[in-house]
């Protein structure tokens, strides 16, 4: 099966199985959404969810956040993985917010990078989620799944899985793509045990074809 027709079934597949495909991150704004993915870096979801109401209840806005020392906010996040480091960037970033887009988040890939805490990923989740934009998103679970399936190639790096994946998926498919191959990842095509029993993709998967059906 060649790359383009590997990647025609792949999203058909999806396109029919689940064919709503979004963030399970709670927010309200772009400001809330951005806040919640600084935390999910290395967190659950469903913990982050956990944490953000008395967070955002607190600081609503980049302003309330942006005045204050990165302790009350660690207050907060403690129950989050690295919650030092967190509760400083969200800082920073709010302060940056204000100081360089006036306290609104910017939809540029380029521009959300100039904001502590945000890396690649965090900045193509905001594009794409917020924005609709084409960015794909390559966290974990994407990584994984892409090799998988063999929708990337000896990709080493996640930017090179990102231009694999972008070469292949039309531009209108690429927000909603993001997440398909998160929540495949995260429920199905899980990194030590997958379910390889209750995937809709192993007559195309090398990963099945190769290390499960043998």
């Known amino acids: 099966m060649r790359k383009k027709e ?25 400001f809330e959404l951005i806040v919640a993915v600084i935390l999910s870096a290395q967190c659950t979801d469903k913990r982050v969810n956990q944490i953000t109401p008395e967070l955002l209840k607190r600081f609503p806005t980049p302003y309330k956040m942006a005045e204050v020392e990165p302790a009350e906010v660690f207050d907060y996040i403690r129950s989050c993985s690295y919650p030092n480091n967190k509760a400083k960037h969200l800082v920073g970033m709010a302060q940056k917010l204000i100081e360089l887009f006036e306290g609104e988040v910017p939809s540029d890939v380029d521009d959300l990078q100039k ?100």
């Open 6 to 30: 590997r990647f025609e079934y792949i999203i058909d597949y999806f396109e029919k199985s689940m064919p709503i495909a979004e963030t399970e991150l709670d927010y309200g704004n772009p």
């Open 115 to 214: 904001l502590p805490g945000v890396g690649r990923k965090t900045a193509n989740v905001i594009a794409s989620v917020v924005y609709n934009k084409p960015a794909m998103a390559v966290d974990t679970h994407v990584f994984r799944v892409s090799a998988r399936l063999g929708l990337s190639t000896n990709a080493k790096t996640p930017l090179a899985t990102e231009q694999q994946l972008m070469k292949y998926i039309p531009e209108e498919l690429v927000p909603k793509a993001h997440h398909w191959l998160i929540l495949h990842g995260r429920y199905t095509c899980l990194a030590r045990k997958p379910k390889c029993e209750k995937c809709g993709l192993t007559e195309v998967c090398k990963f099945y074809i190769k290390e499960v059906k043998k």
